[in-house]
């Protein structure tokens, strides 16, 4: 479901000038090892060789997210970010208060609308920073050509 934002962001052009808007998902890069050695960075899926002949390990870009938030949301924050594929590194509470999480989260996952979530949950009381991390190897399963 959209926001009104969105909808009046979307519309507003085909209002006024006639254009229409094509929007799509920010994509960020993966880096594809093959078995020989070689290496290919991808943002789109379509630039994956259709037919593979060796082994692939693929690598997605992680960061590491610092959250302070009040003590109260603790518990929706953290469900926001296990359904984020966040993996919880530090949980520690600054004072009675205030609560100090470090989660490691694919970059894919906050690009889109984790902000918002967090943002949203938290009525607006979320502080929230992060830096690139490692990137982390993903198991692909592809069926190999016949």
Request: aromatic share 10%; with cysteine; hydrophobic share 35%.
């Amino acid at each position: 479901m959209q926001d009104l934002d969105s909808v009046r962001i979307e519309q507003t052009p085909s209002w006024e000038h006639g254009a229409h808007v094509i929007s799509t998902v920010p994509t960020v890069p993966y880096t594809f090892e093959f078995s020989d050695g070689s290496k290919l960075q991808v943002q789109n899926p379509a630039a994956l060789p259709s037919n593979p002949k060796n082994k692939i390990t693929c690598w997605e870009p992680t960061v590491l997210a610092t959250i302070i938030i009040p003590s109260e949301y603790v518990g929706p924050v953290i469900t926001l970010c296990s359904d984020h594929r966040g993996e919880q590194l530090e949980y520690t509470f600054i004072d009675s208060l205030r609560v100090f999480l470090k989660y490691r989260l694919p970059l894919r996952e906050i690009v889109v609308d984790f902000y918002n979530g967090l943002r949203s949950i938290t009525s607006g009381y979320a502080s929230f920073d992060y830096e690139e991390a490692e990137s982390l190897s993903l198991t692909l399963s592809l069926p190999l050509p016949p």
